[in-house]
């Protein structure tokens, strides 16, 4: 069975093609605003690659701790540049927000990216004091859901992790050897499994899966699956697609940033 169509979200989003320029002139704009006020770090290395770089920005005053956010793009597109703005909830909160970019695939495999992300979050963690709070769309979900998988991050980083949000996450990647992207992704049977979330054992950390109630059909399972298997909350954001259910992280008030920054 061909999964191809399950997985598209552009063709079912009405003008989906405005969506990636609005999030870059969005986060130009944002991190123009933090540069010119010193509350931006740019390129912060994490690794030799010229994709292993974080970006910081910080709020005024002392972070209350650091939240790191992990773009989506099927771990085949994006950097950390076109989403920018949304640090803007947490900053604006009192967080420090580290967007790492990493690898994209076929240059590199997902367990690879798995492996960056987590030398970014410990970067990030070496920067920043406090508790550390987890947020990825898409395949961005995925990644921070392995964060806190026994081995992923060393015990000092790992027990700082206060709360994980995997937003629409890819949760089992055992479905996308299906799909006609798995010609760039390269999964085989054995790396889906070791890959895939729900086939961890629950995380110590809380966990909060958080998924658009108008996304499609496989979007809402995955998310489901990964509630499941771990047996934690369930968020359906009705009226949100899979494009614009992170939109919530842009305000400091929103029901989003507010369950990632306080919920215990």
């Not at 809402?220 to 992280?249: K, M, N, P, T, Y």
């Amino acid at each position: 069975m061909d999964l191809s169509d399950a997985y598209a979200n552009g063709p079912y989003i009405a003008q989906a093609e405005t969506y990636p320029p609005r999030w870059s002139e969005a986060a130009r704009g944002f991190r123009a605003a933090l540069a010119a006020e010193g509350r931006l770090h740019e390129g912060i290395r994490y690794g030799d690659g010229a994709r292993e770089a974080l970006d910081l920005f910080l709020p005024e005053g002392t972070p209350e701790g650091l939240m790191v956010f992990v773009h989506g793009g099927y771990w085949m597109a994006f950097g950390r540049s076109d989403w920018s703005h949304l640090a803007r909830g947490a900053v604006e909160s009192g967080w420090a927000v580290a967007l790492p970019s990493y690898d994209l695939c076929p240059d590199i495999r997902i367990s690879g990216i798995t492996r960056q992300i987590a030398a970014a979050v410990t970067v990030a963690a070496g920067e920043v004091a406090g508790p550390i709070r987890l947020a990825g769309h898409s395949a961005g979900g995925h990644l921070v859901a392995r964060m806190p998988a026994p081995g992923v991050l060393s015990g000092e980083v790992a027990a700082r992790i206060a709360h994980v949000m995997p937003i629409s996450p890819l949760s089992d990647l055992r479905p996308l050897m299906q799909t006609g992207m798995n010609a760039k992704l390269g999964l085989e049977e054995d790396e889906a499994r070791a890959e895939s979330p729900v086939a961890m054992a629950p995380p110590a950390c809380p966990v909060t899966v958080w998924v658009g109630g108008d996304e499609r059909p496989v979007f809402l399972e995955q998310a489901r699956w990964l509630s499941e298997a771990w047996g934690c909350g369930l968020v359906i954001d009705e009226g949100r697609h899979h494009f614009d259910v992170v939109d919530g992280l842009e305000a400091p008030d929103s029901e989003m940033t507010r369950t990632l920054l306080h919920k215990a």
